[in-house]
């Protein structure tokens, strides 16, 4: 499943409208407290479970979401949702808010037996997500991303000459989960310099080393084309802003990613070397 598109917003100095989900009243109410002590938060509506969530995202119950929904924005700004709910999980309802327009934000708040499920998590889009048991600090860092998120790609003046039907180019925030030793680490795809597949997983290359996690080659492939990442070999995705050298080896062309001690030179396929050479050359989107 592909990324889901970035959230729009009308925030100026309002604050943001966010939805809480989760099955059970004490989890509820903690992250309910902790939202709403953030000064980015205008407004928390909440949900025990994912189906009162998306009655709620429909506008049956608020006349302020229907309002969004009409004007061509996300319902809320974003959701914090519990993936190990009854019925609907959290993952289905991520399945969900994935084939919205303009999606919310979303942020999963899982137990630390719910581990695995934070690999799926980047396949469905997800912004952020926070361990229990809750820790305010790491709350209060998951709205900062969000309220970053929501205010780059903001609604913009009709002097801009976009509108809330076009929306921003995908921003360089997205993070991925990969378990480390038995904790969760995140690693943003800013930091990434090119991708290695191993089979049905990939290696994500950062200057700080690598990390393997479960996603094949061909869906960060896609996933990634418009934040800068193109595929040079069957082996490899390189980010393209990082590419310093395209060169003639004896086995055919090659290009290195960063320079000096840190160079790495990896091989580029025949078949790939075309649409390299033009993607080169053209002029860069704005964000690269």
Request: hydrophobic share 40%; proline share 7%; aromatic share 6%.
């Amino acid at each position: 499943m592909g990324k889901m598109p970035d959230t729009v917003s009308t925030q100026d100095n309002a604050g943001l409208l966010v939805l809480a989900v989760d099955d059970e009243a004490p989890g509820l109410s903690e992250i309910k407290f902790l939202l709403e002590s953030s000064p980015h938060i205008r407004r928390v509506l909440t949900a025990f479970d994912a189906a009162e969530a998306l009655r709620i995202l429909r506008g049956d119950y608020e006349q302020e979401v229907m309002a969004r929904t009409k004007n061509g924005l996300p319902p809320v700004d974003a959701v914090f949702a519990d993936i190990n709910m009854p019925g609907l999980s959290g993952m289905d309802l991520a399945r969900v808010l994935s084939a919205f327009r303009y999606p919310p934000a979303l942020v999963f708040v899982t137990g630390v037996e719910e581990r695995d499920a934070l690999v799926t998590a980047f396949d469905v889009g997800a912004l952020d997500f926070i361990n229990k048991p809750i820790n305010e600090e790491r709350v209060l860092k998951a709205i900062s991303r969000v309220a970053d998120r929501v205010g780059r790609t903001a609604a913009p003046t009709a002097s801009s000459g976009a509108t809330a039907q076009n929306p921003a180019e995908p921003t360089d925030d997205e993070v991925i989960p990969v378990e480390l030793g038995g904790t969760i680490k995140l690693v943003p795809r800013a930091s990434v310099r090119y991708v290695e597949a191993q089979g049905d997983y990939a290696r994500l290359h950062t200057q700080d080393g690598s990390h393997l996690v479960r996603i094949p080659l061909a869906q960060l492939e896609e996933r990634w084309a418009n934040a800068g990442f193109v595929r040079i070999h069957r082996s490899y995705l390189v980010a393209l802003p990082l590419v310093s050298e395209l060169r003639m080896t004896a086995n055919g062309y090659a290009v290195v990613i960063g320079t000096g001690e840190g160079a790495k030179e990896l091989p580029v396929s025949r078949r790939h070397t075309k649409e390299l050479k033009e993607r080169i050359v053209r002029p860069p989107k704005s964000g690269w």
